[in-house]
């Protein structure tokens, strides 16, 4: 009796070790919009410059892209120890890029409802729906977002 409570109370207190490592609190999704960049000293780049950097900073940080099914877009995919995968698209101008969200694999994306009962984010006094995700998916995108401003700003 007493060497089964022993056991229990270690598989308890493994668990409870193991399950902040695991499961991480949801969070918002970020999207960037009309994100601009210095531009450098030799002149604007055209459509396909933009379209050829942009292709250069997502593969030198690990990403995979394929064109998009609307002009002058891109999805990007990224797969993090084959456990996490993550798409974006990327939109883009001469001026301009915009990543948002295009799914994902083992991220725990969700969609939260507007709570009748508790605050809820609004636009214009209208209750809005919130896109959650791992947390690990806004600091990926975030790090791509930096390492494109950086190719094109070259």
Known sequence: MHKSLNTLAAIA?????ATPAIA????????HHHVSWSQNANGALDTAGVRDRIIEACQAA???????NAPDTLVATLV???KHTIRTNIAYTT???SITYHGSINMNYAVKEPDPYGVTPTVDAVQ?????????YNRWVSTLLGAIR???AQ
């Open 13 to 17: 207190l493994s668990l409870s070790l």
């Open 24 to 31: 991480r609190t949801p969070v918002p999704i970020v999207d």
């Open 62 to 68: 690990g990403w995979s892209v394929v064109p998009g």
């Open 80 to 82: 993090v120890r084959n």
């Open 95 to 97: 001026d301009t890029f």
């Open 128 to 136: 809005v729906r919130t896109e959650v995700i791992h947390p690990h």
């Open 150 to 152: 950086t190719r094109l």
